[in-house]
């Protein structure tokens, strides 16, 4: 198999896969990169239903995956494995840096999507704010502050981590933000789903959007 003969041999290979495009005129992508590290599949459709097969090897990770599919109203396949033996790090941030990927060539040239999107979202004690901006200029504020570190054996820090790897590759401006929590699980799932909203409504069409929505005419 050529993956693993890339990775036995110490190869340092990405592959990106030309987008895909059903005859209705959705937006999909499958990506497929390759590290010595991680190898990571995943197919994209923007105008999905909510449909997700997620397997990340890192359990908490396709949780938020499984929601942020959801709740974006994406479908999303996503198989990687990675040298979890070591930590979940590579593995968490090279499957974020492949969705982000994945989106980007999605949404090509970014004609006709409502640009911005925002989302406040609570889970029990926990409400957490995301606002994007697919603007071409990668930015990440984020402020999700937890007392532990850690949720069941899933580092909190891999959420920054993950973020950072997406928003570097699809090239947006992401703020999030926690207004109120305790629970790390809930504080992270609160985000994760603001995140699936606000992608949700940034990466919508709006038929009065012709071109691309800015006045410099490129994102
Ligand atoms: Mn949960």
């Known amino acids: 198999m050529k993956k693993i003969a890339e990775r036995a041999s110490g190869a340092v290979a990405s592959r990106i896969a030309a987008p895909r495009r059903r005859p209705n005129g959705g937006r999909t992508a499958t990506v497929t990169r390759a590290t010595k590290e991680t190898t990571v599949e995943v197919t994209l459709a923007v105008d999905g239903s909510g449909r997700y097969d997620v397997q990340t090897g890192v359990p908490f990770l396709n949780h938020m995956l499984e929601l942020f599919t959801r709740h974006g109203f994406f479908d999303l396949t996503i198989r990687a494995s990675g040298d979890v033996e070591v930590d979940d790090h590579h593995t968490v941030e090279d499957v974020g840096l492949t969705l982000g990927q994945a989106f980007h060539q999605a949404l090509g040239g970014k004609e006709g999507i409502r640009r911005f999107g925002e989302a406040t979202v609570p889970l029990d004690e926990a409400l957490t704010n995301v606002v994007v901006d697919v603007s071409g200029r990668p930015f990440l504020a984020y402020d999700l502050k937890t007392k532990q570190a850690r949720v069941g054996t899933f580092d909190v820090e891999l959420v920054h981590d993950f973020l950072l790897a997406f928003v570097n590759q699809l090239g947006i401006n ?14 992270i799932e609160a985000a994760f789903k603001g995140f699936a ?23």
């Open 174 to 187: 992401l703020h999030v933000r926690m207004l109120a929590g305790r629970n790390p699980h809930h504080i």
């Open 197 to 219: 909203r606000a992608m949700d409504l940034a990466t919508q069409r709006d038929p009065r959007v012709v071109g691309v929505l800015s006045t410099k005419g490129t994102l």
